[in-house]
């Protein structure tokens, strides 16, 4: 296949377009900066400098490649701050509306037949009931003030997407972790800037860079049109998984906040997530994907998959 992958060059850009090329698949990659052009091309993937938010371009970049298939993966996410959690995401925000309505008109001016799109799961969940919900689970209703443009975003880009007149697929990612996607946060762990906060009975589920990719090259050569969580087998609370992560990365145990500290320190969203967080099921991706994450548990991820390609896959066997 033709394959468009527009932010080629983000954290799972670079470990999606090498799969995509291992897979036989011919591969155009966007990416902002000219400068990661060069990258791109070592990947695999023929470069193109593109700005998502800019339709003309777009339309152009897409009409020139006639790709079968197109994959959103464009994001900005830079330093995080969770206080101000939608100024932070402002500009993956409008990739996840703009940009996607740009490819979406690109995609059916140019007669594409199928749109892989990045979404999340996690912080989005619906907070009540189980600990771990499907895609048949309602979002959260109420978000934190905090994330509402985020959560706006989200839904449009769930929505848009299936309803295309196309073969229409919204991957929604867990926790991401791994080489380019765990730095800040192993970094916060070790200055123990990354609390348990009250009881850390918020529920979290994860998914390795790697399998990632592999799930978005599962939607490309075989996806239908919906909605699918793409996270490893093991939700988990709070109080298991930080300080094993913690205890992998050679930190000491991280420490423990009562609630309205936490909230005075860090915000409502961060207290939110560490103590209602609900986790996702994967069930419907491994049935209808025929994909299944390489690392199936965090507990092994933190421990041999923080590393580079190479330990990792040797810690595989």
Request: charged share 25%; aromatic share 6%.
């Amino acid at each position: 296949m033709r394959v468009f992958v527009a932010g080629g060059a983000g954290a799972l850009g670079r470990r999606l377009v090498p799969q995509l090329v291992a897979r036989g698949h011919e591969v155009t990659a966007t990416t902002r900066s000219a400068g990661k052009a060069g990258e791109l091309q070592a990947l695999g993937a023929r470069p193109v400098v593109a700005d998502g938010l800019d339709g003309v371009v777009v339309g152009r970049a897409v009409a020139e490649a006639r790709p079968d298939a197109v994959v959103h993966q464009m994001t900005a996410i830079g330093t995080p701050d969770m206080r101000h959690f939608d100024r932070w995401f402002a500009t993956t925000n409008q990739l996840r509306t703009t940009g996607t309505r740009h490819l979406l008109a690109a995609a059916q001016a140019s007669g594409v037949e199928k749109v892989v799109v990045q979404s999340y799961t996690g912080w989005t969940n619906i907070r009540t009931g189980g600990p771990v919900k499907t895609e048949e689970d309602p979002l959260d209703p109420e978000p934190a003030k905090e994330q509402r443009e985020s959560m706006a975003a989200i839904r449009f880009v769930e929505r848009a997407v299936p309803a295309a007149p196309l073969t229409g697929i919204v991957l929604r990612y867990g926790n991401f972790y791994g080489p380019g996607a765990s730095e800040s946060m192993v970094e916060m762990i070790r200055a123990r800037r990354m609390p348990i906060v009250g009881s850390g009975a918020g529920v979290w589920s994860f998914i390795h860079l790697d399998d990632a990719a592999t799930a978005t090259v599962a939607a490309v050569e075989r996806g239908e049109a919906g909605v699918y969580n793409i996270v490893d087998d093991d939700p988990a609370p709070v109080s298991q998984w930080l300080p094993h992560l913690a205890d992998s990365v050679g930190a000491k145990p991280p420490m423990r906040l009562p609630v309205w500290l936490a909230r005075l320190a860090a915000g409502e969203v961060v207290v939110r997530w560490m103590t209602e967080g609900r986790g996702s099921s994967n069930e419907k991706a491994k049935r209808e994907l025929d994909w299944r994450p390489a690392w199936t548990s965090w507990r092994d991820g933190f421990r041999h998959g923080l590393v580079d390609d190479g330990a990792a896959r040797d810690a595989r066997g």
